[in-house]
Nanobody
């Protein structure tokens, strides 16, 4: 049974930082592309950042330079360090694992107050 469990969300003031974690189980973590997506109220889910099995990363333009994705294969965990947070970063953040098929976590809420 595959599980992706996110943690680290919460309420933060604009300009602050948060670190999200996603612990995976039931998959061979090291071969999966891992990613973070977000969905704001009334909007479609969008890509935030991905990190491939070889460590190559990609970011949405809106977060590049502020967010950093990383992975620890020994712990089967992917992280998203979010700095200089803005109110428009407010959303539910979802962890994704992809290798032919997709797996999703249940999400963690990030709220950035102005």
């Amino acid at each position: 049974q595959v599980q992706l469990v996110e943690s680290g969300g919460g309420l933060v003031q604009a300009g602050g930082s948060l670190r999200l974690s996603c612990a995976a189980s039931g998959i061979v973590f090291s071969v999966y592309r891992m990613g973070w997506y977000r969905q704001a109220p009334g909007k479609q889910r969008e890509l935030v950042a991905v990190i491939r099995s070889n460590g190559v990363t990609n970011y949405a333009d809106s977060v590049r330079g502020r967010f950093a994705i990383s992975r620890d294969n020994a712990k089967s965990t992917v992280y998203l360090q979010m700095n200089s947070l803005k109110p428009e970063d407010t959303a539910d953040y979802y962890c994704n694992a992809f290798n032919i098929v997709d797996f999703w976590g249940e999400g963690t809420l990030v709220t950035v107050s102005s």
